[in-house]
Nanobody, 127 residues
Framework: QVQLVESGGGLVQAGGSLRLSCADS????????MGWFRQAPGKEREFVAA????????FYADSVKGRATISRGNAKTTVYLQMNNLRPEDTAVYYC????????????????????WGQGTQVTVSS
């Protein structure tokens, strides 16, 4: 059973950095693709970044490209999202999600293929 727990959110000034972590307490998502999504107040949840189960491919939303890096831990049971040069518009609840390759089907940017979701971690960027 995949059980995702996010951490690392908080309050940061514009221009600052945060590293979000997503751990699988069930230690089973090594073979899953992982994604980060975010939802700002009054807005729909949107894609941020994703990484395939092997870590060989990464994907980023245009809004964070060049400022975000997604990576997997050596044991592949933790996924990180390093966010640099944060902007007030990055303020949102950030969710990690896991999906099997058969569910994702190459569409890492779509929420539809992700089977498991964490509870989210709040990121607030002050101007």
């Amino acid at each position: 059973q995949v059980q995702l727990v996010e951490s690392g959110g908080g309050l940061v000034q514009a221009g600052g950095s945060l590293r979000l972590s997503c751990a699988d307490s069930g230690r089973t998502f090594g073979l899953y693709s992982m994604g980060w999504f975010r939802q700002a107040p009054g807005k729909e949840r949107e894609f941020v970044a994703a990484i395939t189960w092997s870590g060989g491919n990464t994907f980023y939303a245009d809004s964070v490209k060049g400022r975000a890096t997604i990576s997997r831990g050596n044991a592949k049971t933790t996924v990180y999202l390093q966010m640099n040069n944060l902007r007030p518009e990055d303020t949102a609840v950030y969710y990690c999600a896991a999906g099997s390759p058969s569910s994702i089907r190459g569409a890492e940017q779509s929420q539809l293929g992700y089977n498991y979701w964490g509870q989210g971690t709040q990121v607030t960027v002050s101007s």
